[in-house]
């Protein structure tokens, strides 16, 4: 049975097109889709034909918020069943009626201390087959929990009454000493989940060590050190010793697994501290790496370094898509990585051999004292890159006099020699930038046109490094907040850039610190309110200000054991209205060809808010969260700061439907059927780029009459 749905066609005309009808459920059973992390549904009730009628059919608020509360929802909710399963803001789990947004049940989730942010991404769902009790697999701060899918109780005999300790396990550390969490879900694999973690990006961080936990009983199984112990594989590639003063390495963006040849895809980060290596000397194996492991023991099968010795904090964004490429006939089972720098390195799934001819990149600038940079980096040669790879003069943002002025003046202040320039005291130029390039929404796949979705950042960042002591590495001094929040507009040494941006030297003398505090907080003219700090970190800076007697401190002599750099901030370089400093396009969605390695098309995506309340419009903003396909020639994403909801056609990348949401989409959608009805529903959460925080999922689809449904369902 077919409903019929009159559309225009060609020319204005109309045709009548076949509207399938859903008869069973269609899940979205695992993070990201499937196991192959394809972002695909096969569904197209849904299709490039009538997706102009889509509509919103339920809205769930997941928790109330505070108005003044900074959160997120950066989940990708599952469908089992006719059942979604999702995350709030504050990480309570709840279960909702798939087809009316009815709750089912919810599970208060206990809070503990953290410094770390914790945004959730999905859980992980196992299920037996053999009448045991469905369970549910989620972190929440530094613990694993195990729910019963039905229910939302804990399952008491998973760990210590329904959870684990994921600060336990890391063999000769203090797990007092360790501050770890998840923010992805992670990997179903038999009767196993594979996890990996979140760490500091600091100085005394955690090792990012991948274990495999026994979905049961909560008993760690295995673990894979991303840093090696002595005699360990990849050890030489370090320091004497490095797991008891090294960190980081960690896999956090999500783990694919291949369960026909039980190997999991793991990629990892980079090595803790980010951007200063002189205590960890080598290449660093194995930060930065696609390591594919024995699912079932976690023994390494084989592993590719995407960035050697990383000083630019080039994590590996995303969970890889395990694809087949088509080549002469013949099919290639492969896995395929996005990075940060717009490229996609393709391997071999049984062997790890690149699949695309390879290039070395030479690696510019002077190192700082004490550094060990590598000579080179690896780069794919195909296919294409799917962000712009180098920032000239000629490409930086002329919106106006003032803006080409002033970024011009900046620009020629740093450090640059193209992808891989070595941070530097002066300031080295990152692009693209230290958010991608591809972040952690990562890739859609569609087998079917051998083609590859990707969404990405194409803004400038840069790194400027400061001497300080030892402590500053791993310890939040007034000194560092004042280096993360504020240096990246006035100056590592308060001074401003003399012309859109006041100096701060000798600031106590013409403003009180509390009218300064207030400042700071709400913001004034074109400098934006925090979002970086906590109010006791930005008093802190507050005081720093006032109260120091001496802008700059001296550095310690290169001979000292304490030599140390720090970053001055995650910062952006941007205009005086606080938009990318780089010509638009500033986000993009590319479609890339793998059987003929070429883009397909490539568009901007989003919008930044401020730039539309100055008049301009399609030029791309950065974006969060990433894409789906259907089989209905139809690509979902939100993602982007204007807070719209789009779908695009999956061949030509023109824009067919878009909707606005109560708050920007930074989350994956996903796509599902429920009582004959296939639905898209995305979490409305904000809370980044200076959005409003939400705490909303949304479902829409097409109306009743059009969907082939008897009724809306109850």
């Given at each position: ?10 020319g ?14 269609h ?40 108005a ?15 059942v ?14 798939a ?26 769902y196992?299920?037996?087959g ?20 039905r ?52 100085g ?27 005699g ?6 370090w ?22 040849r ?54 590996l ?32 799934r049984e ?18 004292p ?20 180098h920032l ?11 803006v080409?002025?002033v ?63 030892a ?18 507009c ?19 003398e ?6 300064a505090?207030?400042i ?12 970086l ?11 720093y ?29 941007v ?15 590319t ?18 808010p ?13 974006n ?58 995305i979490?409305?959460?904000?809370g980044?780029?200076?959005q ?23």
């Amino acid at each position: 049975m077919c409903a019929l749905l009159v559309v225009a066609g060609c020319g204005g005309e109309l045709a009548q097109q076949p509207m399938p009808s859903l008869q069973n459920n269609h899940d979205w059973p695992t993070y990201l889709g499937d196991a192959a992390a394809s972002h695909h549904s096969p569904l197209t009730q849904i299709n490039r034909h009538n997706v102009a009628h889509l509509e919103e059919v339920w809205r769930y608020r997941s928790e109330d918020i505070a108005a003044d509360e900074v959160t997120q929802i950066q989940t990708n909710p599952l469908v089992l069943d006719g059942v979604l399963y999702g995350v709030s803001p504050n990480l309570e789990v709840f279960a909702l009626d798939a087809s009316s947004g009815r709750e089912l049940w919810r599970f208060d989730t206990p809070r503990a201390f953290s410094l770390m942010p914790n945004p959730n991404r999905g859980l992980a769902y196992w299920a037996s087959g053999d009448g045991r009790a469905p369970r549910l697999l989620f972190t929440a701060d530094h613990f694993l929990y195990a729910l019963d899918a039905r229910t939302g109780k804990l399952m008491s005999s998973f760990g210590n009454r329904g959870k684990v300790d994921l600060r336990e396990g890391f063999a000769g550390l203090d797990p007092a000493s360790i501050a770890v969490n998840a923010t992805s879900p992670g990997a179903i694999y038999k009767n196993l989940l594979i996890l990996g973690s979140r760490v500091s990006e600091f100085g005394g961080a955690a090792p990012g060590d991948i274990r495999a936990y026994n979905v049961l009983t909560g008993e760690q199984v295995w673990a894979f050190r991303t840093i090696p112990a002595g005699g360990d594989e990849g050890a030489n590639t370090w320091p004497k010793d490095a797991r008891s003063h090294s960190g980081g390495a960690n896999s956090w963006p999500g783990i694919t697994v291949d369960h026909v040849r039980g190997i999991a895809y793991a990629p990892t980060g980079s090595a803790s501290f980010d951007f200063y290596g002189g205590d960890r000397a080598g290449d660093n194996l194995f930060a930065n790496s696609l390591v594919a492991l024995d699912a079932a023991t976690g023994k390494r099968r084989w592993h590719q370094q995407l960035v050697r010795h990383d000083l630019w904090d080039r994590d590996l964004p995303a969970a890889p898509n395990l694809i087949s490429l088509v080549r002469n006939g013949e099919s290639i089972d492969a896995v395929a990585q996005v990075t940060k720098t717009g490229h996609v390195f393709v391997f071999d799934r049984e062997t790890g051999e690149p699949l695309f001819p390879m290039t070395e990149l030479e690696v510019a600038g002077d190192p700082l004292p004490g550094e060990h940079p590598p000579n080179r980096q690896p780069l794919p040669l195909s296919p294409p890159p799917f962000t712009r790879q180098h920032l000239s003069v000629d490409d930086l943002s002329t919106r106006t006099p003032l803006v080409a002025e002033v970024v011009r003046r900046k620009y020629e202040k740093f450090a640059y020699g193209g992808l891989y320039t070595l941070p530097s005291r002066q300031g080295t130029l990152v692009y693209p930038g230290i958010d991608g390039g591809a972040e952690w929404g990562g890739a859609a796949w569609d087998e079917a046109t051998q083609t590859l979705y990707i969404n990405a950042n194409e803004v400038p960042y840069f790194i400027q490094m400061v001497e300080g002591d030892a402590t500053d590495k791993g310890v939040a001094t007034p000194r560092s907040a004042y280096l993360i929040a504020c240096s990246g507009c006035h100056g590592v040494d308060h001074a401003g850039d003399g012309l859109t941006v006041p100096s701060l030297v000798g600031l106590r003398e013409r403003m009180n610190p509390l009218k300064a505090y207030r400042i700071a907080r709400d913001g004034r003219g074109r400098m934006p309110a925090n979002q970086l700090l906590p109010w006791y970190g930005l008093a802190a800076v507050i005081g720093y200000l006032y109260l120091s007697d001496e802008i700059d401190q001296a550095p310690l002599a290169e001979g000292s054991g304490d030599f140390a750099f720090l970053n001055a901030g995650w910062q952006k370089f941007v205009d005086p209205d606080g938009l990318p400093a780089s010509a638009p396009p500033w986000g993009t969605l590319t479609a890339i060809d793998f059987k003929n390695e070429r883009i397909k098309w490539r568009i901007p995506l989003g919008d930044y808010p401020k730039a539309t309340a100055l008049g301009y419009q399609g030029l791309g903003a950065e974006n969060y969260g990433g894409p789906v396909i259907t089989a209905g020639g139809l690509l979902f994403i939100g993602a982007t700061p204007d807070s719209r909801f789009r779908a695009f056609d999956s061949q030509t990348g023109e824009l067919l439907w878009e909707t606005a949401l109560p708050a920007a989409g930074f989350a994956t959608p996903t796509v599902y059927a429920a009582g004959g009805r296939q639905f898209i529903v995305i979490a409305a959460g904000g809370g980044k780029l200076g959005q409003m925080s939400g705490a909303e999922y949304i479902a829409y689809a097409l109306p009743v009459e059009l969907s082939g449904a008897t009724s809306l369902p109850q």
